[in-house]
């Protein structure tokens, strides 16, 4: 949180009820008025200057993520796209050959709205054996992953440390609607995230928009115990609004071991689900 002698400014108002800069601050910063600044902020305002918003990132000393973001819900602002539902994410075959390809690495596609497309047996029985493994097939009831995340009582159990990647999820979920500020189907998750889940109402509002690339995770399964892994996010050259999810474990360690066992008990990849990976 920014305050006045962060940025050079001497605090000699009266007292703050909230900590950080005013909105007179901020203009003053800069460089705009303070009725100008007040229309940026509150989107009602669509010709804002490249020198503006640099002008602006500068005043709230934003890194180089938050400034992507900020350019791109300036473009957004700038144009009024009709809002049309999309159609259901696909995989293309050579991204079902390539998860077939890491059979023995923990692996799921998100498409652009952390829907499941598709995971690997080794995948599913990790992080969501509890569920239907062909779930991610029917568009109508694919997992989605945000969902599991904030509103799965399995998930808030799997990680040790779940406001970890809770914040993992919010960040790249901001990172996206700045990307797709018109598509309904996101606007609609966001909503009924923040309907249901007062976590989730916290950290949206933190404004949070590192991207979490690669994230070690300490996982409590239900079947073979504690798993260390890193969740490595790689892009797909053919689908770049959907990206490949590895869970990575260092060779030798008891976490590759556990997953080895994982891999022997988890039952048929075809099988509806297993009770064994629900939380009693």
Known sequence: MLRPQDVGLRDLGPRR??????REELAQLAGVSVSYYTRLEQGLS?????????????????????????????????????????????????????????????????????????????????????????SPDDPAVRPNMSRLVFL?????????????????VVGNLRITVGKHPEDPLLAELIGELTMKSPEFVALWGDHSVEPCDATSYELHHPVVGTVHVTQQTLSIARS???????????????????????RQTSGRPDARRDDRFAWH
């Open 17 to 22: 009820r909230v900590a950080g800069l005013r």
């Open 46 to 134: 669509r010709g804002a200057s490249a020198e503006v918003l640099e002008a602006i990132a500068r005043a709230l000393q934003l890194d180089d993520h938050e400034r992507e973001h900020l350019d791109r819900l300036a473009g957004a602002a700038r144009r009024t796209p009709r809002a049309r539902r999309p159609r259901p994410e696909k995989l293309t075959d050579e991204t079902r050959d390539v998860l077939r390809a890491v059979d023995g690495v923990p692996a799921l596609v998100l498409g652009r709205r952390t829907d499941v497309l598709a995971w690997n047996a080794l995948g599913h029985a990790l992080l969501a054996g509890h569920l239907d493994f062909h």
């Open 152 to 168: 799965d009582p399995h998930c808030r159990e799997l990680y040790a440390d779940w406001r970890l990647k809770a914040r993992a």
């Open 240 to 262: 770049p609004e959907q990206v490949l999810i590895l869970c990575t474990t260092p060779a030798g360690s008891p976490s590759e071991e556990a997953l080895a066992l994982l």
